[in-house]
């Protein structure tokens, strides 16, 4: 039953996402090593903050068009048709990736009707799901956190509709081959099943490119984003893009929820274009060495990561659950996330290196100190 009378049924089937509780729980502690957040711990560049201001001071604060300012649309159009050439793919701005996967949600699936997702999964797919009434089909992937194609067409059925990728991943980091990618593509195309693309972390890939599915199945929808790439998770500016159709009526779906992504932020990331983050994408490449490395020495077992800014190794041995070994982490004053929130399974725990060199190599004291 719902906490309050008048609380629809829907809103038993979440709780306040546990990413969140030990966000307020950094919050209390005076000096927490902190390796939870999923965020980048770099500025924001200063190209975009001084276009942000001056997008501010020309007042560009009323509501922009549903699908976005016309100038960050055709920028953004220009790169996926170079990219795909495609001859229907369109994009929409939406509030975020988060917004972008709220549209879909809503736009594709009916009661009913099952999505295909892979364990571990993004914290939200399971919840969205369920919120529009759809079913979630969970297709177990450890330990190398690797796609079974066959399990996956296995777990196709008349009720499926859609199918989600998130690579590379959060909360394992790993990257799907492109083999899997190919291969999913085709098994969504063969059973006219619809496929999700969330690539938010693709510029943070750092063994080979990113495969994207819609390379071999032009009916792909992707879901992107500057939040990650250029420090901004609090301008709230993604995309989607896809098949004109899907898009329109996504469009039409923002008009009536979230209104428009955040008006003058979308000129500021305009300058997202002229803005190298080489480096940066090298300075994480280097935390993802040291802290693999540094877990694998101690004797932790962790599969191969190949982006995003996450490792997901298993909690150590002597303890019952990952949850447990979080409990042990946070009373050494260490702030990891436990596996369970991200999965059917209770065994692992996620650590970001989205952090300085010195608080990585605290928390790396600890995780070596806690495993003896």
């Known amino acids: 039953m719902p906490a309050h009378p008048w609380l629809a049924d829907r809103t038993d089937r979440f709780d306040s996402s546990g990413i969140r509780k030990v966000f307020d729980l950094a919050a209390k502690m ?8 999923g965020q980048p ?9 001084e276009a942000a201001c001056r997008a501010i001071r020309e007042d560009r604060n009323g509501y922009s068009q ?14 996926i048709d170079a990219e795909w050439k495609h001859a229907d793919r369109k994009v929409l701005i939406t509030s975020g990736t988060s917004g972008a996967l ?14 295909i997702m892979f364990d571990p999964y993004f914290v939200m797919y399971p919840t969205l799901t369920e919120m529009v009434g759809g079913v979630p089909v969970v297709i177990d992937t450890y330990p190398d956190f690797k796609l079974d194609l066959a399990r996956v067409e296995a777990a196709i059925t008349p009720r499926t509709k859609l199918i989600l990728l998130n690579s590379p991943g959060n909360p394992t ?10 291969g999913l593509a085709e098994l969504a195309n063969k059973h006219g099943v619809a496929l999700l693309s969330d690539e938010i972390y693709r510029q943070f890939t750092y063994d080979a490119a990113l495969d994207s599915p819609a390379r071999w199945n032009e009916q792909t929808l992707v879901v992107d984003g500057f939040s990650k790439s250029y420090g901004v998770t609090g301008w709230r500016i993604g995309w989607i893009h896809g098949p004109s159709a899907l898009i329109d009526k996504m469009a039409a779906l923002q008009q009536y929820t979230f209104v428009c992504a955040p008006h003058p ?3 500021a990331a305009l300058e997202a274009f002229h803005t190298d983050i080489t480096p940066l994408v090298s300075s994480y490449r280097e935390r993802r060495d040291r802290v693999v490395g540094g877990l694998r020495s101690a004797g932790y077992e962790l599969a191969d990561t190949g982006g995003a800014f996450y490792v997901f190794p298993k909690a150590p041995a002597g303890y019952a659950t990952g949850g447990a070994f979080v409990e042990r982490a946070i009373e050494n004053e260490l702030l990891i996330i436990p596996g369970g929130i991200f999965s059917r399974r209770d065994t692992h725990f996620r650590m970001s290196y989205a952090a300085s060199i010195e608080t990585i190599d605290r928390g790396m004291e600890v995780l070596a100190r806690l495993i003896r």
């Open 66 to 79: 549903t699908q976005g300012v016309s100038e960050l649309r055709e920028a953004l159009q220009a790169q």
């Open 102 to 115: 709220n549209l879909a949600m809503w736009a594709l699936v009916n009661p009913g009707d099952e999505v």
């Open 173 to 182: 980091g790993v990257v799907a081959s492109a083999a899997e990618a190919r």
């Open 265 to 267: 932020l979308q000129h």
């Open 30 to 37: 005076a000096n927490p090593i902190n390796l939870s957040i």
């Open 41 to 49: 711990d770099f500025p924001v560049p200063d190209a975009l903050k």
